[in-house]
T-cell receptor, first 115, second 111 residues
């Protein structure tokens, strides 16, 4: 079945630094990848949608300059949290999709803690 | 515009009892519907999906869901709950562009 690998699974960084999270589709080519943020005991909030080779589409209220998304190939998308602050601490999850009928395959998530 | 409503943020059932998690949706296009399960500090695992084929969909771990267009519902059921079913469950609807999640239902299994 479709597998999405997300790395790292957890990261602690100092306030003001940048952190990069990788999302890879291991056995399929993902035409579209999605990035979500999840606060404790809440649902997933879609941050942005990225299609390979084009700019990401950000949801309303998500700062594109803070959350940089790159989808350079059909198997890799990255999310970079720039100049991280404690309020950026959260659980970030990516998902990948080939075609709509295939559904969405999710990574295992990244726990980001900014101190 | 699409939306998903999950009734009940917490549901408790006894081990061996029927599990019923409710989901209602709204969609302007024929929907694709999903149920996902999430264990603590993990990503989402697909339980089952409806993509306009059979209205009764069977998934993993003994779960199934029935698509009822007249009721705009896609409730998740399992005949006999197991302790390992304790987790967060998300219903979701998708169009061509993205997937929208419900707020989730925490399933508690009582011994």
């Amino acid at each position: 079945g479709a597998v999405v690998s997300q790395h790292p699974s957890w990261v602690i960084c100092k306030s003001g630094t940048s952190v990069k999270i990788e999302c890879r589709s291991l056995d399929f080519q993902a035409t579209t990848m999605f990035w979500y943020r999840q606060f404790p005991k809440q649902s997933l909030m879609l941050m942005a949608t990225s299609n390979e080779g084009s700019k990401a589409t950000y949801e309303q209220g998500v700062e594109k300059d803070k959350f940089l998304i790159n989808h350079a190939s059909l198997t890799l998308s990255t999310l970079t949290v720039t100049s991280a602050h404690p309020e950026d601490s959260s659980f970030y999850i990516c998902s990948a999709r080939r075609y709509r009928v295939d559904g969405y395959t999710f990574g295992s998530g990244t726990r980001l803690t900014v101190v | 515009a699409q939306s998903v409503t999950q009734l009940g943020s917490h549901v408790s059932v006894s081990e061996g009892a029927l599990v019923l998690l409710r989901c209602n949706y709204s969609s302007s296009v024929p929907p694709y519907l999903f149920w996902y399960v999430q264990y603590p500090n993990q990503g989402l695992q697909l339980l089952l999906k409806y993509t306009s084929a059979a209205t009764l969909v069977k998934g993993i771990n003994g779960f199934e869901a029935e698509f009822k267009k007249s009721e705009t519902s896609f409730h998740l059921t399992k005949p006999s709950a197991h302790m390992s079913d304790a987790a967060e469950y998300f219903c979701a609807v998708s169009d061509d562009d993205k997937i929208i999640f419900g707020k989730g239902t925490r399933l508690h299994i009582l011994p």
